[in-house]
């Protein structure tokens, strides 16, 4: 499986961005989705995941209620809505996958999009 994350930028606080992650290869072995982001300094951290089959979505508390996760599986694309962005969600943004035989393991790694928000 190979991940490509694009749609990064400058944007100012409060404004929103939405970064589209393409999957190619053997997208049907995908099990879970998700993104991910490394701030400068900082060791990466979960931002959100979902199912690849649908249904259960699941974010880290720190972008809970702005940012949504949401897939389009005929494109084999998975997004990150970020609305109300916030400096301190700068960062290189990442999506991965995780495939069905294991399906705690994230496996494949997009090249990451970065993000910058200023204030």
């Known amino acids: 499986v190979q991940l490509q994350a694009s749609g990064g930028g400058l944007v100012q606080a409060g404004e929103s961005l939405r970064l589209p992650c393409a999957a190619s290869?053997?997208?049907?072995?995908?099990?879970?989705m998700g993104w991910f982001r490394q701030a400068p300094g900082k060791e990466r951290e979960f931002v959100a995941a979902m199912l690849w089959s649908g249904g259960s979505t699941y974010y880290a508390d720190s972008v809970k209620g702005r940012f949504t996760i949401s897939g389009d599986n005929a494109k084999n694309t998975v997004y990150l809505q970020m609305n109300n962005l916030k400096p301190e969600d700068t960062a290189v943004y990442y999506c991965a996958a995780c495939k069905r035989s294991r399906p705690s393991s994230w496996d494949y790694w997009g090249q990451g999009t970065l993000v910058t928000v200023s204030s």
């Open positions: 290869g053997r997208t049907f072995s995908i099990f879970k």
